[in-house]
């Protein structure tokens, strides 16, 4: 069988340097905000071309706090409108209802998946004050027409890049990403952290993820707790170094699928750019996919749906189940993502290849 994500085999190269580091770990005693931390912040915020990186818990507390600062900075205010895709895995969604702002879903391009520019212009109302992007799949969103029309509508922008480490951004805006083990730069647990170049909204965020305290026991904000775990650090430390690499294997396989799977039956996603995608996920749409996925398990391939139900389709969210978003509501009955990731054999992805062609 070939696994959708391999995890344990993608980490099996750092084990020696896991344990090496463990052992630092437990002979140096300091569990909380050490060094670890601090080193990864620097180096994530170097390799991200950002001026300051805050190391938080997972990357649903990333957004729910770079909201929460600027509601301390007073750029947005409880019951302020964010435009967010319709699209998104469910967090994007929780972090603006967690920080009691009001989630504005707009439909996709159903090619690319991401938010589609000319689709959101229209719902900006007197109370849209900022748009939370998303990179989804690893796909670099139309950020220069997003940013004119943000610009021209003085909308705040932030984006949720959990899905798109590695990515070159463009724009000078704040981030929140994951590391959640199965993302393109994965820890062994929780963790997430926040990019900017802001100095408030950076100060405000080393404060808020820490009981809203920069000294401790004095309390500056009502803050939470949700640190960067400092033996997630130690581990992030060891794998960032491997992120470029990473993401070149998912490139190469990306451009044998959308090169050599030829089957009118399924559609593949289009990419405008392979220097804008780290390819966390190969996402390609069929209109019976239940039977693709089972004649693909049954051929030995493992595939996973992202996602099989739309944020406003949940039960969490019943006062958004009334909006018809059928663009959304197509790509979640018809997409499937393929095995992707570094360890995948050249065997296995001609193995994919050759199945999907003559399915
Ligand atoms: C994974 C993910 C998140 C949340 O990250 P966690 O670390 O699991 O909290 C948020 N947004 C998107 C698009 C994601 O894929």
Redesign the pocket.
């Known amino acids: 069988m070939i696994k959708f994500l391999d995890l344990h085999k993608l980490n099996k190269p750092f084990e020696a340097q896991f344990l090496a580091k463990t052992k630092a770990f437990l002979d140096n005693g300091w569990y909380i905000l050490g060094d670890e931390v601090k080193q990864f912040e620097t180096s994530f915020a170097s390799f991200s071309k950002a001026k300051h990186c805050i190391g938080v818990g ?3 507390d990333a ?1 729910v706090l770079i909201l929460k600062a600027h509601i301390q900075l007073g750029n947005l205010q409880k019951g302020d409108e964010v435009i967010v895709p319709a699209n ?2 469910i ?2 969604v929780l972090a603006i209802l967690q920080a009691d702002l009001i989630p504005v879903l707009v439909e996709p391009n159903i090619e690319t998946f991401n938010i589609d520019p000319n689709l959101f212009e229209e719902k900006i109302t007197s109370k849209t004050k900022a748009i939370l992007v ?1 990179h ?1 799949y690893g796909q670099l969103a139309e950020m220069d027409k997003i940013n004119a029309i943000c610009a021209s509508h003085n909308l705040l922008v932030i984006e ?1 890049a ?2 798109a480490h590695g990515l070159t951004f463009n724009g000078n805006h704040t981030r929140a990403f ?1 590391f ?1 083990p199965g ?1 393109n730069l994965g820890a062994l647990g ?1 963790g ?1 952290a926040i990019t900017t170049n802001d100095d408030a909204l950076a100060e405000i965020l080393f404060s808020l993820r820490n009981y809203g305290s920069n000294k401790k026991y004095h309390n500056d904000f009502i803050g939470v707790n949700s640190r960067l775990d400092e033996l997630q650090a130690a581990f992030l430390n060891i794998k960032l170094p491997h992120l470029n690499t990473e993401n070149e294997a998912r490139k190469k396989i990306a451009k044998r699928y959308l090169s050599e799977i030829k089957n009118n039956k399924i559609q593949l996603p289009v990419c405008n750019n392979f220097n804008d995608h780290v390819f966390h996920l190969f996402v390609i749409r069929t209109e019976n996919r239940d039977k693709l996925q089972e004649y693909l398990y049954k051929n030995g391939i493992e595939t996973v749906i992202h996602y099989p139900i739309p944020p406003h389709k949940q039960k969490a969210l019943q006062e958004f189940n009334h909006l018809s978003l059928p663009i959304t509501e197509k790509i979640h009955q018809e997409v499937l993502s393929l095995p992707m990731s570094s360890v995948l054999s050249d065997e296995e992805i001609t193995h994919i290849i050759a199945t999907l062609n003559s399915y």
């Open positions: 997972n990357g649903l957004l998104t895995y967090a994007s998303v989804l949720d959990a899905q994951s959640y993302k929780d997430g």
